[in-house]
């Protein structure tokens, strides 16, 4: 092998190298914001397109925004019930616990448990 072909395999190595780490760091920010496997795969899929298509990537990125909210809303709710929850058990030495008392009832028709409103049931 000459020295010249040795130069030019490893710029090309190199070059492989580089992209492989813009992949992987695509990645990492795309599962850090929260994208499925599937949604990052498909992005780099998109992202392998020449023409850019931003109107598909913008789609993926839409359902995941709206998954998001759903899930900022959920917890926002959870948030709700375990601060009335806590609220319940006052100080702490109530010799019946309501928190403990609550999370033994029964789910009541609309998935909620009964009782764990705000103020004592």
Do not use: Q, W, Y
């Not at 899930?71 to 929850?85: H, P, Q, S, T, W």
């Not at 616990?97 to 009832?105: G, M, N, S, Y």
């Amino acid at each position: 092998m000459t020295g010249c072909e040795t130069g030019g395999s490893s710029l090309l190595l190199e070059k492989l190298f580089l992209d492989h780490l813009k992949r992987l760091a695509f990645i990492r920010r795309a599962r850090n914001l929260g994208f499925t496997v599937d949604e990052v795969r498909t992005l780099l899929t998109l992202a392998d397109k020449r023409k850019r298509p931003c109107a598909e990537a913008r789609e993926v990125g839409l359902r995941h925004l709206n998954d998001v909210r759903t899930k900022i809303a959920d917890l926002m709710a959870m948030e709700e019930v375990l601060r009335g929850m806590v609220a319940r058990c006052a100080d702490g030495t109530l010799p019946d616990c309501p928190l403990i008392e609550a999370l033994f009832r029964e789910p009541t028709e609309d998935g909620r448990r009964s009782g764990l409103g705000r103020g004592r049931t």
